[in-house]
Every structure is written in C-alpha cells, then in structure tokens.
C-alpha cells in the first residue's frame, strides 16, 4: 500500500454521516473508501456522457 501512483488526487469535505456510510460501504466490499469513490466518480461521468452525446437509434426494420 502507499506505492507511487499516476493518479491525481481530488479532495471532497463531505458530513460525518456520509464518511461513515462510504466506510461501511468500502468495508462491505473490501475495499478503500478512496477506491469506492473513484468508482462512483467514473459511474457518475460515464453517465453525465451518456446524456451528453445520446447514442442515435438506428432501426434495423
């Protein structure tokens, strides 16, 4: 763990109550909060892209 990493770091200031939800969360998964919010970060961006640029329907009939 602590190795060198190529990944920016982003701070978020969130309540208490969210970071310990996020941590059970993390633990439930067995993984770091820093992990699971990374991940949900990626979740929200490929969604925000999503509804960006919609995909055409193409109607094969």
Same mark, same amino acid.
């Given at each position: 763990?602590?190795?060198?990493?190529?990944?920016?770091? !982003?701070?978020?200031? /969130?309540?208490?109550?969210?970071?310990?939800? @996020?941590? #059970?969360?993390?633990?439930?998964?067995?993984? %770091? !909060?820093?992990?699971? /919010?990374?991940?949900l970060?990626?979740?929200? @961006?490929? #969604?925000?892209?999503?509804?960006q640029n919609? %995909?055409?329907?193409?109607?094969?009939g």
């Amino acid at each position: 763990m602590g190795g060198k990493t190529d990944l920016d770091r !982003v701070v978020a200031y /969130v309540p208490s109550e969210r970071k310990k939800e @996020l941590e #059970e969360w993390a633990e439930a998964e067995e993984r %770091s !909060v820093s992990w699971l /919010v990374a991940k949900l970060i990626d979740q929200a @961006l490929q #969604e925000r892209r999503k509804q960006q640029n919609p %995909s055409k329907v193409v109607n094969m009939g």
